[in-house]
């Protein structure tokens, strides 16, 4: 510990922080603009100045940069000495002589840093009386809005897109006193993590497009802490509605899962919950009167109780809906909601995390590992916070490599970037296409999924100092294994993208043979989707199976839980088991094939309109929370419905103020494997001081103007019978625990970086943090095991080529692709190959090839891929107008 006297007041504090993170630790509002928790210092906006003093008889002292300047043994400061604060005031004032009045129009009024720190450093008044410097703005695609002449040169931006994030297309520009932040021309945006500039720029420069059609101001929001929905990760944002519509997704801190920031199928994919297409209505096919939830409960009761149903479940709906549906058609006639082949593979990934031959890591631990082989998995595109993480994980060894060579503090961004540019972790991927991550990579060998697993498989008989002979992966493996080897902490990383369950048997056998040799291992799977884990922790059936039940008459009725089944399975398989089901009810929120062939259509309610939980990849249990009460009486709980048609089932009365906490409870006696899941969030009678948390910022304006049209007077604000929160914006201001932090606001932090107030230590945990519960128990009792995978290498003639999956971020998630602004970035359909396959059929880049698949022609434009192996080809998967695709398939082409 070191002794900081800030105006001659000690504090105990830690060495090795630099002062204004310090500063803003104890408390001490300190303005700046350049500096990020995430970034480390540069220097560039002179805003943080302070007075240092060289020891208790200095009195002059000198004006220093809080941000550059290390905690020494003690260390003494002024932050509030006249000089001090005349400087940051002047910095301010020139830092605003550019800047627009367009405080009551500009998109980040009300939460901008900037309006901020101008309050704080007492900057009022304007004295600048010329014309202001201009820019042209550009257009960066249809979800980040551009706006340069708010700019006050922080550099934040492209610190974060390029030097954090790994972005090529943004950058600065300068030509004598104009500086440009923005691509070299109008265009898309190609990081994956661009929505993160709205929430990185201190101002108005960069926001969120999709949030300007209908915009609102942060304290006219109601807001609920969330779990975004879009991939296994599991990542915390926040929920913003106005006016019964989500209107925005931000990301909330979270220091054991994604920390600051979000990928942009997170950020915005959300506008699924707003498209016309959303079912919002009750359907029973025949039935022309008015249907209401009495009627159309009996209705469903009255098939319950007098057919036999089987229910599929589903990797997108909450544990507690799947639940609701197993106990409804009990536990031998619940199926998974997965392809047969998916299903399996997530079984094994289950049974993996549960054996113990590694830790389970989280998605931030990932940056604390120090060499990484990645086998068969694209993370930017299937899990891009995981690939963020990666990056990070090589820049923090690069960075420890500088700082102990030029002994400088972890958080001297430009100077430890510059000096170690040549050096990182080592990063290992075997994957049959190129990847982003690939530029970082030591070594990377794109092979067919048979030979990724025979490489790994030599990988780790190089790790037990087994490998003979001296085949082409010799070498290569002996580096990767000595590499592993040499590490503190390696990391395995693989996924279920390929569908290859001897990839992950592969994963396992590395790691292992790892922690047989003292090493402390990570691995790190990547599922399809948001509850995927979840789905597989309740050992449901095979889907086959339902089909087979329905087929042999043991089953005549088919409940569908928040599912579209032509997106897992074979269109005319699907057709036909449809046509011999009696009844086909669907419990969904989004119109699809599916629901287009029930002759029950049950509406339910999207994440943002319900409570439930998630398990994420790594096992955790983490809870999301409706943001507001839709008007529609419709939109409930899929898990409630669910509930209401059990007790009409069994003849039991409905318990219509039944809590969610209530419902875990049975959920967790039932199945035990669960157990802890009703520790994810406080239950519906936690208050602090007696008063619930409110959802709404304190200035949240306009509920009677709202209703007018209706009444004029103060309508009854809406109750909670789930959670601790009320939908108002009465109620406890204060550090309720994270879970149930709605949003982050401090005196005079209006804008993002009110997070430090919240945070134990700038850039640390959260007062009250509950990052989730992790509910994976491990079986001590049966030590580890090889898998040692056969290797099934397919015999493919030359005019065949095996047909794998290629993933985009935008496209091959089901929800997000139905957002109106993510809709324009979605990929045309195609196929690719590689020149030698483009000479032999004699065609052309981006002529059509016509092919088989699946007993379905297909003609699709061609892409060139010249890393692919000469018999493998690529379709982007999910992609809603190529339909269902099993891969990996096998088609015949003919050659010239």
Known sequence: MATLYIDNRPFDVKEGKNLLETCLSLGIDLPYFCWHPAMG???????????????????????????????????????FHPDAQNFRKQVIEWLMTNHPHDCAVCDEGGSCHLQDMTVMTGHNYRRFEFPKRTYINQYLGPLINHEMNRCIQC?????????????????VYAAHNHVYFGRERDGVLESEFSGNLAEICPTGVFTDKTLKDHYTRKWDFTFAPSVCQHCSLGCNIIAGERYGELRQITARFNSMVNGYFICDRGRFGYEVANIPTRINQPLILN?????????????????????????????????????????????????????????????????????????????????????????????????????????????????????????????????????????????????????KLDELAKQVANLPPDEIVSYGIAVRSAIEETLIGNTPQRASADEIAQSLLMAERPLIIAGT?????????????????????????????????????????????PISQAFEAIENNQSEVLIVLENDLFRIYEETRLKDVFSRCKQIIVIDHTQSATSAKASVII??????????????????????????????????????????????????????????????????????QFKGLEQTAPSEDYRVYGQRIPRAPHRYSGRTAIQTNINVSEPKPLTDNDSPMTFTMEGFRGMAPSPLTPFFWSAGWNSVQSINKFQIEVGGPLHNEKPGIKILNTKENEPPKYYAPTINKLQIKDNERLVIPVYHLFGSEELSSKSIAVNELIPEPYIALNEYSLQKLNIKENEKLSFELNNKTYQLPVKVKPELANHIALIPAGLEQLGYIEFPGLIEIKVG
Not at 301 to 324: D, F, H, T, W
Not at 502 to 509: E, N, R
Request: proline fraction near 3%; charged fraction near 20%; hydrophobic fraction near 40%.
């Open 41 to 79: 210092s540069v220097g560039a906006c002179r805003q943080c100045a302070i007075k240092i003093y060289k020891d208790e008889t200095d009195q002059t002292g000198r004006l220093i940069m809080a941000c550059m300047e290390p905690m020494g043994k003690e260390t003494r400061i002024s932050v």
């Open 155 to 171: 550099y934040r931006c492209v610190r974060f897109y390029k030097d954090y994030a790994g972005g090529k297309d943004l950058d």
């Open 287 to 435: 039935h022309n009167e008015n249907i209401d939830p009495k009627y159309l409960l009996n209705y469903v009761g009255g098939i319950l109780s007098s057919q036999k149903c089987s229910g599929i479940g589903s990797p997108r709906a909450s544990v507690e809906s799947n639940y609701a549906l197993q106990q409804l058609v009990g536990r031998e006639n619940f199926y998974s909601g997965v392809a047969d082949n998916e299903h399996l593979i997530n079984q094994t990934v289950l049974t993996i995390l549960q054996s113990g031959v590694a830790s389970p890591i989280s998605l931030k631990e990932i940056e604390q590992h120090d060499a990484i082989l990645i086998l068969g998995e694209d993370l930017t595109n299937t899990a891009p916070m995981a690939a963020l993480a990666v990056r990070q994980a090589l820049q923090k060894n690069s960075f420890s490599y500088a700082s102990q060579a030029i002994n400088l503090a972890p958080w001297h961004d430009t100077a430890l970037r510059e000096y170690a540019q040549h050096h990182s972790n080592d990063l290992f991927i075997l994957h049959p296409h190129a990847t």
């Open 497 to 541: 993208s390929l569908m290859n369950e001897a990839l992950l048997q592969t994963a396992s056998d590395i790691a292992l043979a790892l922690k047989n040799k003292g090493k402390q291992v990570g691995i790190f799977f990547t599922l399809t989707q948001s509850n995927s884990l979840g789905l597989a922790l309740m050992n449901p059936k």
């Open 603 to 672: 509406p339910a309610g999207i994440f943002s309109e319900c409570d439930g939980t998630l398990i994420n990849n790594e096992g955790r249990a983490q809870r999301f929370f409706q943001v507001f009460q839709p008007k529609n009486e419709w939109l409930k709980e899929s898990w409630r419905w669910l509930h209401y048609c059990y007790a009409l089932k069994n003849g039991i009365a409905i318990d219509e103020n039944l809590s969610i906490n209530q419902f875990q409870k049975q959920l967790t006696e039932t199945l035990p």
